[in-house]
């Protein structure tokens, strides 16, 4: 992946197909933008409201850099938004940026999530903010199903190879319940195996 803007490596909105030149925003606008997915997101939808405030809105970076992130990510140990965080603030302003992102994500939720707690706990405990937080937890979920379903479509995109090796993981864990740790450490070298197989230099002639 490579990356334009200010001419250093690993800054910059990405060159992905769609994204559109736009000038590498600065520290204050990553942690202010950050600060607002936290602040505006719940649970399993984090990730997908920050494809949509990153790739959609501010077109920051292309889809495909933003779910090769995300898929990098996911893999590695740690909460999966904290990660993605981090990588798009490097992927934009390189370690500054990185520690911008992180910041952003953590500090104001973690501000309003003290607060709430202190001020609202009797309230918490009442059968009806449960129901409510139930209907919250659908809409996060289907914000996490659309960027799935869009991941998804660019691995079937790409032949049998990457869509075999979908298949396969998501029926490890949704079908056969395996331990999530001993998957990816089985499907994550196929999955790289396949891809530098793929990026192999063609043979002349």
Same mark, same amino acid.
């Given at each position: 992946?490579? #990356? ?17 030149? $736009?000038?590498?925003?600065?520290? *204050?606008?990553? =942690? /202010? @933008? ?7 997101? =719940?649970? *399993?939808?984090?990730?997908? +409201? ?5 790739? %959609? ?8 850099? =933003?779910?090769? *992130? ?8 740690? $909460?999966?938004? $904290? ?14 940026? #990185? /520690?911008?992102?992180?910041? *952003? ?21 009442? %059968? ?31 032949? $049998?190879?990457? #869509? ?5 993981? =998501? /029926? @490890?864990?949704? +079908?056969? !319940? /395996? ?20 990026? !192999?230099? #063609?043979?002349?002639?």
């Amino acid at each position: 992946m490579s #990356a334009v803007g200010s001419g250093t490596p690993g800054t910059g909105p990405g060159t992905d197909p769609g994204a559109a030149a $736009v000038p590498p925003p600065g520290c *204050g606008e990553i =942690f /202010l @933008a950050f600060g607002k997915v936290g602040l505006t997101s =719940f649970g *399993g939808g984090l990730s997908g +409201w920050m494809m949509r405030e990153f790739v %959609q809105r501010r077109h920051w970076l292309g889809e495909g850099e =933003f779910l090769d *992130g995300l898929s990098l990510c996911q893999a590695l140990p740690g $909460v999966n938004v $904290v990660n993605l965080s981090l990588w798009i603030g490097y992927r934009l302003r390189g370690g500054p940026g #990185a /520690l911008a992102g992180a910041l *952003g994500m953590i500090l104001p939720a973690l501000v309003l999530a003290l607060a709430t707690t202190a001020l609202a706990g009797p309230l918490l405990a009442r %059968q009806g903010v449960h129901w409510a937080m139930a209907g919250v937890a659908a809409a996060a979920l289907g914000l996490s199903l659309q960027m799935g379903l869009r991941a998804a479509r660019r691995v079937v995109a790409r032949g $049998v190879a990457p #869509a075999a090796i979908l298949a396969a993981t =998501f /029926l @490890a864990i949704f +079908w056969l !319940r /395996l331990p999530l740790l001993w998957v990816v450490l089985a499907m994550a070298p196929l999955g790289i195996a396949q891809a530098a197989w793929a990026l !192999r230099p #063609a043979r002349p002639g």
